[in-house]
């Protein structure tokens, strides 16, 4: 009995800091909801930490008007669409003012139904599939470009500056990679080039020998791989490489991370993917590379859209002085500054426009190799 | 042809992967009928100490003077790391719920294999774990064919790895124990074999095996993850049912099977679908042969 009373107690112990916490300060609440386990964790961390990055920028400066603190809630996905719906409500119920994420469009899309039925703002750094601002939710947002942009960018590319006639296409059937990779497929046909076959792989495969012996065989110009995340492209460009084959690589948004190279290694070199642009020389961008490596590491992939992400709402919430929805979809359909990595200006259906561009890989390095109005970047 | 050599060096490799795992699953259920959840996760755990101990040598210069030492010193401190870690694992959550159900131990291995996991993604984090990549590099070419240096190595000790289980599991007295533990725990006993040692044994066996696996691994693909222990996994424990869970033919058989299978039905017919034939294969022969392909004589020969 005793016993049973102590453990009462112990288990009471655990309310504490909710009862001391709602006391005493007026926290404003974000979410976030991103992988935080499973096979794109480090994609999904990525984005975790670009909007503690901008929640910390804020603070430094002050804060906002009316609140103590900015608290950010990250959510995690696992890139898992019913785990993103628990995900959502569990930050309906946190009252949050809005929300960054998600990272695969597949989580996207059934996250923000969910959030739009209490008026939640989203606003996803990362997912490029058409369809999550194409259903005319009222507070979604995108950060990012669109894959109906970069899949007519990526073949231009393939077509003008390698001058392809024959692509080999791989996808692992997420609705982000298979998305992009029928938008490419279709824009590469209708340029001229020959689409020689379209394989698909599983999420959470290792074991590509079979599909790339397969390419290897039909030798077409380029082998376009079009994978959820750097790992499992990484161990592709490896096993492709060990395997001779010699059709280019080309790749896309969701490769941009320095690990791809890490892992690849001098496999990657010479491997091209589209991203959007990023001007690196901007101030912005230099105080943010000064905040976010020593705590975090290497920038990657999605970061710097989280951040801005973040920033943009928490920008509008402070101009809005309130978060009332309503009131801080107007603030944000105001902003118009230069954030980490674009400019930040949201259209009418929430996108905030694509730039995509060629990337090389150089010396395990990113470097912007192409664009499509004025061809090669010097 | 060339296309059909070079798809069964690819299944070759895998399957030789996917045995050395299989081994593990069917030796801890031929000895305690218990199915290890959590032997994916040493497989894992091998891959990680495996780069560890590869980026030490390579960070004090070693592995330039002296690579074959350090690969082999790799292994072996891989292996002898995961066989502790299992006997510790069978100890803390197997061996207090060896007089109950055997419902409760597959839980419990199912909350180690959670819990192993999730330990590997708190102390290595999310991201991939690199090895190093000068090891094996480059490959013979026989026209459209071509075979790494890391495929030939990976076979060969894959090769050497199960033969030398055979020799221990049929040849010595070790082996001897080991069946009669698994045919029979109270009469085994009684000729003063102590069970405890013997599971115990068997386990360090297995993940020993299993981190063989994981470096063969980590070395084959270029990097190692904490969920890398999952799929594998699954996949080794349905080439052990195939092959007749409990026997170790039957899981070097059914790991080699389960490999080709996969490679040969992403290569022939599609990609997307590869998993499902390799189930499709396992349906079909345990409907007809329920024990699995080497199943019928499990009391002689399990382990």
């Given at each position: 009995?005793?016993k049973?009373?102590?453990?009462?107690?112990?288990?009471?112990?655990?309310?504490?800091p909710?009862?001391?916490?709602?006391?005493?300060?007026?926290?404003?609440?974000?979410?976030?909801?991103?992988?935080l386990?499973g096979?794109?964790a480090?994609d999904?961390?990525?984005?975790?930490n670009g909007?503690?990055?901008?929640i910390?920028?804020?603070?430094?400066?002050?804060?906002?008007?009316?609140?103590?603190?900015?608290?950010?809630?990250?959510?995690?996905t696992?890139?898992?669409?019913?785990?993103?719906v628990a995900?959502?409500?569990?930050?309906i119920?946190?009252e949050v003012a809005?929300?960054?994420?998600?990272?695969?469009?597949?989580?996207?899309?059934?996250a923000?139904?969910?959030?739009?039925?209490?008026?939640?703002?989203?606003?996803t750094?990362?997912?490029t599939?058409?369809?999550?601002?194409?259903?005319?939710?009222?507070?979604?947002?995108?950060?990012?470009?669109?894959?109906d942009?970069?899949?007519?960018?990526?073949?231009?590319f393939m077509?003008?500056?390698?001058?392809?006639?024959?692509?080999?296409?791989?996808d692992?059937?997420?609705?982000?990679?298979?998305?992009?990779?029928?938008?490419?497929?279709?824009?590469?046909?209708?340029?001229?080039?020959?689409v020689?076959?379209h394989?698909?792989?599983?999420q959470g495969d290792?074991?590509?020998?079979?599909v790339?012996?397969m390419?290897?065989?039909?030798?077409?110009?380029?082998?376009?791989?079009?994978?959820?995340g750097?790992?499992?492209a990484?161990?592709?460009?490896?096993q492709?490489?060990r395997?001779?084959?010699?059709?280019q690589?080309?790749?896309?948004?969701?490769?941009?991370q320095?690990?791809?190279?890490?892992?690849?290694k001098?496999?990657?070199?010479?491997?091209?993917?589209?991203?959007?642009?990023t001007?690196?020389?901007?101030?912005?961008?230099?105080?943010?590379?000064?905040?976010?490596?020593?705590?975090?590491?290497k920038?990657?992939?999605?970061a710097?859209?989280?951040?801005?992400s973040?920033t943009?709402?928490?920008?509008?919430?402070?101009?809005?002085?309130?978060?009332?929805?309503?009131?801080?979809?107007?603030?944000?359909?105001?902003?118009?500054?230069?954030?980490?990595?674009?400019?930040?200006?949201?259209?009418?259906?929430?996108?905030?426009?694509?730039?995509?561009?060629?990337?090389?890989?150089?010396?395990?390095?990113?470097?912007p190799?192409?664009?499509?109005?004025k061809?090669?970047?010097k | 042809?060339?296309?059909?050599?070079q798809?069964?060096?690819n299944?070759i490799?895998l399957g030789?992967?996917?045995?050395?795992?299989?081994l593990g699953?069917?030796?801890?259920?031929?000895?305690?009928?218990?199915?290890?959840?959590?032997?994916?996760?040493?497989?894992?755990a091998?891959?990680?100490?495996?780069?560890?101990?590869?980026a030490?040598?390579?960070?004090?210069?070693?592995m330039d003077s002296h690579?074959?030492?350090?690969?082999t010193?790799?292994f072996?401190i891989?292996?002898?790391?995961?066989?502790?870690?299992?006997?510790?694992v069978e100890?803390?959550?197997y061996?207090?719920?060896?007089?109950?159900?055997?419902l409760?131990?597959l839980l419990s291995?199912?909350?180690?294999?959670?819990?192993?996991s999730n330990g590997?993604?708190l102390t290595?984090?999310?991201?991939d774990?690199?090895?190093?990549g000068?090891?094996?590099?480059?490959r013979f070419d026989?026209?459209?064919?071509?075979?790494?240096?890391?495929?030939?190595?990976?076979?060969?000790l894959?090769?050497?790895?199960?033969?030398?289980?055979?020799?221990l599991?049929?040849?010595t007295?070790i082996?001897?124990a080991?069946?009669?533990?698994?045919?029979?725990k109270t009469?085994?006993?009684?000729?003063?074999?102590?069970s405890?040692r013997?599971?115990?044994?068997?386990?360090?066996?297995?993940?020993g095996?299993a981190?063989?696996?994981?470096i063969?691994?980590g070395?084959?693909?270029?990097?190692v993850?904490?969920?890398?222990?999952?799929?594998?996994?699954?996949?080794?424990?349905?080439?052990?049912?195939?092959?007749?869970?409990?026997?170790?033919?039957?899981?070097?058989?059914?790991?080699?099977?389960?490999?080709m299978?996969?490679?040969?039905g992403?290569?022939?017919?599609?990609?997307?679908?590869k998993?499902?034939?390799?189930?499709?294969?396992l349906?079909?022969?345990?409907?007809?042969?329920?024990?699995?392909i080497m199943g019928?004589?499990?009391?002689d020969?399990?382990?």
């Open positions: 009995m005793k049973r009373i102590v453990s009462i107690l112990a288990m009471g112990l655990i309310l504490v909710f009862l001391v916490g709602g006391v005493c300060a007026k926290t404003l609440t974000i979410g976030s909801m991103s992988p386990t096979p794109y480090s999904g961390t990525d984005i975790k909007v503690l990055t901008a910390s920028v804020f603070e430094a400066a002050g804060g906002i008007a009316g609140y103590d603190k900015i608290e950010l809630s990250a959510q995690d696992a890139c898992d669409p019913r785990q993103a995900a959502a409500n569990k930050l119920n946190l809005g929300v960054v994420g998600a990272y695969c469009s597949s989580s996207t899309i059934p923000s139904e969910v959030l739009a039925e209490e008026d939640i703002i989203m606003i750094p990362a997912s599939n058409e369809q999550v601002t194409d259903r005319g939710l009222p507070y979604m947002f995108r950060m990012c470009g669109r894959d942009d970069q899949a007519p960018a990526a073949a231009k077509k003008e500056s390698l001058g392809a006639k024959t692509i080999f296409i791989v692992d059937k997420t609705t982000y990679s298979q998305g992009l990779a029928d938008g490419v497929k279709k824009a590469a046909i209708e340029m001229g080039m020959e020689v076959n394989e698909h792989v599983n290792k074991d590509f020998s079979a790339l012996t390419a290897k065989q039909a030798n077409a110009d380029i082998f376009y791989m079009s994978l959820q750097y790992s499992p990484a161990m592709m460009t490896l492709a490489k395997l001779g084959m010699e059709s690589i080309v790749t896309q948004d969701a490769v941009f320095p690990k791809y190279m890490e892992v690849a001098e496999a990657a070199e010479g491997a091209y993917l589209t991203y959007g642009f001007d690196e020389t901007t101030p912005e961008y230099k105080a943010f590379e000064k905040i976010y490596v020593p705590k975090y590491g920038i990657a992939a999605y710097t859209y989280a951040y801005d973040a943009a709402l928490l920008k509008a919430i402070q101009a809005a002085g309130t978060t009332d929805p309503a009131k801080v979809k107007a603030e944000l359909m105001k902003l118009d500054f230069q954030g980490v990595a674009k400019h930040v200006k949201f259209a009418a259906n929430g996108d905030s426009g694509s730039s995509y561009i060629a990337y090389k890989v150089v010396d395990g390095k990113f470097v190799y192409w664009e499509p109005i061809g090669l970047i | 042809m060339e296309y059909f050599i798809q069964l060096i299944g490799t030789g992967m996917y045995a050395l795992i299989a699953y069917t030796m801890v259920y031929g000895v305690i009928q218990l199915i290890n959840f959590a032997h994916g996760e040493f497989f894992a091998g891959g990680y100490v495996g780069a560890i101990a590869l030490y040598f390579a960070g004090v210069g070693y690579p074959v030492i350090c690969l010193a790799s072996l891989a292996m002898a790391y995961c066989a502790y870690l299992a006997v510790g100890k803390i959550a061996k207090p719920l060896r007089k109950n159900s055997r409760a131990a291995a199912l909350g180690m294999s959670i819990f192993l590997m993604m290595q984090g999310v991201y774990k690199v090895y190093p000068e090891l094996f590099q480059g026989f026209g459209m064919i071509s075979i790494s240096y890391l495929q030939i190595m990976i076979v060969s894959t090769a050497i790895l199960l033969v030398s289980l055979n020799l599991v049929f040849k007295k082996g001897m080991m069946r009669a533990t698994a045919q029979d009469m085994s006993a009684l000729v003063a074999i102590g405890n013997i599971i115990s044994l068997t386990f360090a066996i297995g993940a095996l981190a063989a696996a994981g063969m691994y070395l084959y693909y270029g990097s993850k904490y969920d890398m222990g999952f799929i594998p996994g699954i996949k080794a424990f349905s080439a052990a049912v195939l092959g007749g869970i409990g026997n170790i033919t039957g899981a070097m058989i059914g790991g080699l099977i389960i490999g299978v996969e490679i040969f992403a290569g022939y017919i599609s990609g997307e679908y998993d499902v034939f390799a189930f499709i294969i349906i079909g022969v345990l409907y007809f042969k329920p024990n699995g019928e004589n499990i009391d020969t399990r382990v």
